[in-house]
């Protein structure tokens, strides 16, 4: 919890939040953008029930079907 307090000023960290309808590459842009690891998935009661994280947007790209060129 020191930790967490001097690196945030004595503030709780704000969640970095997405819903259902994002796009990935939109929850890849709020990770990178607020420099987190986590981009918690809300319902429209803004509850969380889910987690993306950068490991789990890397490995969908990794075993992405590549593009067929025309």
Not at 45 to 68: C, E, F, H, W
Request: charged share 20%; net charge positive.
């Amino acid at each position: 919890m020191e930790f967490l307090n001097k690196m945030h000023n004595n503030r709780p960290p704000v969640p970095v939040t997405c819903t259902s309808n994002d796009s990935i590459e939109d929850a890849m842009i709020k990770a990178v953008t607020a420099k987190v690891h986590r981009v918690w998935v809300e319902n429209s009661a803004k509850n969380p029930v889910g987690v993306i994280t950068l490991s789990d947007i890397l490995r969908a790209v990794l075993y992405a079907q590549p593009a067929q060129a025309f």
